[in-house]
């Protein structure tokens, strides 16, 4: 990774900063440190960062609102939230206010480089679908609307494709159920209708429905594809 890449880490914790400054300055990021939202806010105007890591309990402002503000203010950069493992509540309202993903306290290293890096990968791919995505065995051709896995072709019913189609459009991403439902069904609906399609997609293109590769389950969040190397 070019040291090139700036971090801003957001977080009033001093051994929380101390640790992802050492983690990844391991990596070759360069980073910058903010205790509250006082002082990140000024750190994002007079040194733009690359990509923001954000703790929902800031001093001076929750995070949920400093985030709102630089959302509503056209900051673009990718924002990944710092949060309780506990708190399901507030990793959803932060995603739905324009968070690109999340880690729990306490983290991997390993885990969190590798969500920097999707969401950094996502920041800097142009505009569009690709025409073919693939993943491991699963190819989903976004033009011709064809799924396969392992080469044979597997048929979805229209909604099974809609919620496909979501997760590859954003694949290494989160997405809450809400998200989900309102773009495949247009207005509030029960969650189990989605758990239900959900559970047919894994019917289909895992070879261990109870042990899902692609489609994982973000426990009281929503749905990840995972992007297999």
């Known amino acids: 990774m070019s040291s090139t890449v700036k971090v801003l880490i957001v977080d009033d914790e001093p051994p929380i900063r101390r640790l992802l400054r050492v983690g990844l300055g391991t990596e070759g990021y360069a980073i910058s440190e903010a205790g509250n939202a006082k002082d990140a806010i000024e ?15 800031l001093p001076d402002m929750p995070g949920h609102d400093l985030l709102r503000r630089w959302r509503e203010e056209h ?3 990718p924002i990944l939230i710092l949060s309780s493992r506990t708190d399901e509540a507030g990793i959803v309202k932060a995603l739905e206010l324009g968070a690109d993903d999340y880690v729990t306290k306490p983290f991997g290293m390993k885990e969190l480089v590798a969500r920097i ?3 950094l990968r996502h920041k800097l791919q142009e505009q569009g679908e690709k025409p073919v995505f693939q993943t491991g065995e699963l190819s989903v051709d976004l033009v011709k609307r064809i799924v396969t896995l392992a080469g044979k072709e597997i048929k979805l019913s229209p ?41 047919q997609l894994r019917q289909k293109l895992e070879r261990m429905p109870d042990q899902p590769q692609y489609i994982t389950t973000e ?7 995972r992007e297999i190397e």
Do not use: C, F, M
């Open 117 to 119: 890096r999707v969401a």
């Open 43 to 57: 750190q994002v105007k007079l040194d733009r960062p690359d990509l923001i890591l954000l703790d929902l309990g």
């Open 75 to 77: 900051v673009d950069l």
């Open 219 to 225: 426990t009281g969040v929503g749905y990840r594809l």
């Open 159 to 199: 909604k099974e494709y809609d919620i496909l189609r979501l997760l590859v459009q954003h694949a290494g991403k989160v997405l809450t159920h809400q998200y989900l439902l309102n773009q495949v069904w247009g207005a509030s609906t029960d969650v189990q209708y989605l758990r239900v399609y959900v559970r």
